[in-house]
């Protein structure tokens, strides 16, 4: 067709096409959708064609097409973050991470709660009542020395680390999967999902107590941001010092100037005074009252309950949902997890920014409190002390768990097993009388 015989109104006509009076935008709605269905260029509807070629069509316009490159966009990023959220909270199976969540909300989709791990509750509760910072690839290469028998020379070489055999015996005892992943997965794997785990615990637990600090002690003024507690709250400062030292706090100001700054750090191993019962020490007795401090019943409650818990009345109040303590089937306190809540709530009540193993200058050596702890209560001497202050703290934290049943040789079960046992051993002694008569007789 030759562009001389083109009828001006035609389709076709290049001045038709850019006509700006003809164009969609200068046409009613009602008009463009009935030029679309009329027009060569738009023969059928869009109902009449095909689901796919609808799909196709729509996403041309520039909207579609931006969600389009959203989504493969976000495709390929959650690909590439697939390893870093295998596992609840960053790889131990809690909740999605901030980041998830950050990432989730700019992209108009909801969050995933990543793939449970199943050796995330094991590393959380180790972390809380067992050991809170040694590796747990240093436990487990553990278990690849063994002892030299008996009756052998020893290799002057070797130094088998009885701390950590004495950690890996519990960490097997706790975990019973243990050696199956490790037997699936490999010791390098196993223990870093440990470790995440625990890290983990460990971070909330500092997030709950340090927010709730409050709720521990009534404070005058209330303690606000993290970098006003400690030496720069009159009575944050006092709490955290040794009994020995309160009186000077009291009266010399120079003195609690130089805490303010940093220039003079308390030794870790004297211990302050909010681990005592009423926060009051004993100087002829100062084993009295040690680690029966109030803020650490309360801050075990926090943990290991839950934190409803510690807004209940007597000792036979209920927490509203599970806590960490009865989602691992715990019953009893053991001495690290006092010392676990103890450096938790050091540092709750200090102004340090971030919780740490601490050390170096200025800072509180939070590694060695809490092992300073652990190593005391561990001593020989300390065993009937030790056995005293369990039995209080579970009937603390734990007020409606079962009685144990103590059997002893004064109980009526004792008595009748021990005469059952004496008419056993006079039957067979008539036995063997017998025989021997017998004999006699025969010869």
Wanted: charged content about 25%; some cysteine; hydrophobic content about 30%.
């Amino acid at each position: 067709m030759s562009s001389s015989s083109i009828h001006p109104g035609s389709p076709h006509s290049r001045s038709s096409r850019f006509d700006p009076s003809r164009s969609d935008r200068s046409r009613s709605p009602s008009r463009r959708q009935s030029d679309r269905s009329g027009s060569p260029f738009h023969r059928h509807s869009d109902r009449s064609r095909s689901p796919r070629r609808r799909s196709h069509t729509r996403s041309r316009s520039p909207h579609h097409r931006s969600r389009s490159r959203s989504h493969d966009s976000r495709r390929s990023r959650e690909s590439s973050h697939r390893s870093s959220d295998s596992g609840y909270a960053s790889g131990d199976g809690r909740h999605p991470t901030k980041k998830q969540k950050e990432r989730s909300h700019a992209e108009g989709t909801k969050a995933k709660t990543p793939v449970y791990d199943s050796l995330s509750r094991y590393g959380r509760h180790f972390g809380r009542t067992v050991e809170i910072w040694r590796s747990f690839n240093c436990i487990i290469d553990i278990r690849g020395q063994p002892e030299p028998e008996e009756g052998e020379d020893e290799d002057p070489d070797f130094i088998l680390d009885h701390i950590f055999v004495a950690l890996y015996k519990e960490l097997r005892q706790g975990c019973p999967i243990l050696e199956r992943e490790l037997a699936k997965r490999g010791s390098v794997e196993v223990a870093s999902k440990l470790e995440i785990a625990r890290s983990n615990a460990r971070g909330e637990d500092v997030k709950r107590i340090k927010d709730n600090v409050n709720l521990l002690y009534t404070f005058h003024p209330p303690l606000g941001d993290k970098g006003t507690h400690g030496y720069h709250h009159l009575q944050a400062g006092r709490l955290l010092l040794p009994h020995n030292r309160v009186d000077e706090y009291d009266i010399h100001a120079d003195f609690r100037s130089k805490l303010k700054q940093g220039t003079e750090v308390m030794n870790a191993r004297d211990y302050s005074i909010f681990l005592y019962e009423n926060h009051m020490v004993n100087p002829f007795n100062i084993l009295e009252g040690f680690l029966r401090g109030p803020m650490l019943v309360k801050a075990s409650q926090m943990v290991f309950t839950g934190p409803s818990s510690v807004n209940g009345k007597g000792p036979s109040a209920r927490a509203t949902k599970k806590g960490n303590a009865q989602l691992n089937s715990m019953t009893k306190i053991t001495i690290p997890s006092i010392a676990y809540v103890a450096t938790l709530v050091h540092f709750a009540l200090d102004s340090t920014l971030s919780f740490t193993t601490g050390g170096g200058h200025g800072n509180f050596d939070n590694n060695t409190f809490y092992h300073s702890i652990i190593n005391l209560l561990m001593v020989p001497q300390m065993e009937t002390i030790n056995k005293t202050l369990l039995n209080w703290w579970n009937d603390q934290v734990f007020p409606n768990r079962e009685p144990e049943q103590i059997d002893d040789d004064q109980s009526i079960h004792a008595q009748m097993l021990a005469q059952l046992q004496l008419q056993l051993d006079e039957e067979a002694a008539a036995a063997a009388a017998e025989v021997v008569v017998a004999a006699g007789g025969d010869s």
